[in-house]
T-cell receptor, first 116, second 109 residues
Framework: GAVVSQHPSRVICKSGTSVKIECRSL??????MFWYRQFPKQSLMLMAT?????????EQGVEKDKFLINHASLTLSTLTVTSAHPEDSSFYIC????????????FGPGTRLTVL | GQNIDQPTEMTATEGAIVQINCTYQ??????LFWYQQHAGEAPTFLSY??LDGLEEKGRFSSFLSRSKGYSYLLLKELQMKDSASYLC??????????WGAGTKLIIKP
């Protein structure tokens, strides 16, 4: 099946710094990727849809200037959390859809971000 | 608005059967997914239903009734490793994936 990787798997940073998370589709091309955030004991919350070659689409309430998304190639999307604060500490997960429009999502393993 | 409801938490005994229900109200329907998520890990795909009826896959089965906006995930011969959250998600008319809040399943010996 399709494989999506994420890097890093875990990151600890100081408040005010920026953190970049990479999401790669390893054996397929993804024109669209999704970025989710999950707080403890809560479900996935879609943050934004990353589109290759164009601007990302952000969900209501998600600050596009704080969560920068770049989808520069068909296999790579990056999420940069700028000026991170402790409340940004969360589990960030990316996913990419399969070829069919209603196909399953292939999830990356997630990135645990802790902001001190 | 779009809404997916599933119980917050369920408890079952090892070796038993458990049914996790999901009801949905979405703008259009293009399929329903069940995912399993262990704590601290990403979700993994379990099943996909787009037509009414029961889909069986080993110990797991998923049922769909589109007219009722209802699905369930049936887990048989429960094992301790089945302790996880189970997420119901629906693809709407725009192929947007709408997620339920998840059901935390606790398996007791």
């Amino acid at each position: 099946g399709a494989v999506v990787s994420q890097h890093p798997s875990r990151v600890i940073c100081k408040s005010g710094t920026s953190v970049k998370i990479e999401c790669r589709s390893l054996d397929f091309q993804a024109t669209t990727m999704f970025w989710y955030r999950q707080f403890p004991k809560q479900s996935l919350m879609l943050m934004a849809t990353s589109n290759e070659g164009s601007k990302a689409t952000y969900e209501q309430g998600v600050e596009k200037d704080k969560f920068l998304i770049n989808h520069a190639s068909l296999t790579l999307s990056t999420l940069t959390v700028t000026s991170a604060h402790p409340e940004d500490s969360s589990f960030y997960i990316c996913s990419a859809p399969g070829l069919a429009e209603a196909s399953e999502q292939f999830f990356g393993p997630g990135t645990r971000l802790t902001v001190l | 608005g779009q809404n997916i409801d599933q119980p917050t938490e369920m408890t079952a005994t090892e070796g038993a059967i458990v049914q996790i229900n999901c009801t949905y109200q979405t703008s259009g329907f293009n399929g329903l997914f069940w995912y399993q998520q262990h704590a601290g890990e990403a979700p993994t795909f379990l099943s996909y239903n787009v037509l009414d009826g029961l889909e069986e896959k080993g110990r797991f089965s998923s049922f769909l009734s589109r007219s009722k906006g209802y699905s369930y995930l049936l887990l048989k011969e429960l094992q301790m490793k089945d302790s996880a959250s189970y997420l119901c998600a629906v693809t709407d008319s725009n192929y947007q994936l709408i997620w339920g809040a998840g059901t935390k399943l606790i398996i007791k010996p």
